[in-house]
């Protein structure tokens, strides 16, 4: 009978050392926690702590600036926008104390001229020395008042003897005449006035006009 001789156990072949490496090399791999951490690789608890705080320290600063900017600036705006307001309000009551008071200048110039003519009214007229007077008076008087307009700018049109212009004149009627060129003043009713050299009111005129010359006579028969 015969009996087969099984291998000895410590014996192996070269395919079952492979094996083995590569079983080894496979549990290696798949526990690297497993090796071992050197001291430079350690890492001390709390270490980033200190920089951490001087960051947060750091930001906090800058967030205290800013909102002191912040605050700067918004006073600065507040009080911008007071100003702007005032200026406003005083520009309204000029405005309107302008409107109001316009022609205060002028009234206090006709007060003289209505002082005069109050005065004439008291004159005597009876006595012909004092009508004299009057009139000399009532010649002042216009003076006086011609003086005051041009202070503001006031021009008397007195277009006597001069053509007719319809930008400052108005013509109240037309007569023929030969004693004047055609289209010209002939006599001036009524002055007219420019304000600033814009025409306040025209001067109302007669102008001339040439005579229609006469028609020839029949021839005798």
Do not use: C
């Not at 690789?41 to 900017?69: C, F, N």
């Not at 007195?158 to 013509?171: L, T, V």
């Amino acid at each position: 009978m015969s009996h087969k001789k099984n291998p000895h156990p410590a014996e192996t072949t070269d395919g079952e050392k492979a094996i083995s490496k590569e079983q080894t090399a496979s549990a290696e791999t798949a526990q690297p926690d497993s090796a071992p951490i050197g001291p430079e690789q350690a890492v001390e608890p709390g270490k980033d702590k200190p920089a951490a705080e001087s960051r947060i320290q750091e930001l906090e600063q800058q967030l205290q600036a800013a909102l002191a900017a912040s605050a700067e600036n918004l006073d600065k705006f507040l009080r911008a926008k007071a100003e702007t307001e005032n200026i406003r309000r005083r520009a309204e009551i000029d405005m309107a104390s302008a409107h109001k008071y316009a022609i205060e200048r002028f009234a206090a110039e006709m007060l003289a001229v209505r002082d005069s003519l109050e005065l004439a009214k008291t004159v005597d007229l009876k006595d012909s020395k004092v009508v004299e007077r009057v009139w000399e008076g009532l010649d002042l008087t216009l003076k006086l008042m011609d003086t005051a307009l041009q202070k503001f700018a006031l021009t008397v049109i007195d277009p006597q003897g001069q053509r007719f212009d319809p930008e400052k004149h108005q013509a109240m009627t037309v007569i023929e005449t030969d004693e004047m060129a055609p289209n010209h003043v002939l006599k001036v009713v009524q002055k007219g006035y420019l304000l600033n050299n814009r025409l306040l009111r025209p001067a109302m005129v007669i102008v001339s006009k040439a005579k229609a010359q006469d028609s020839e006579k029949p021839a005798a028969s």
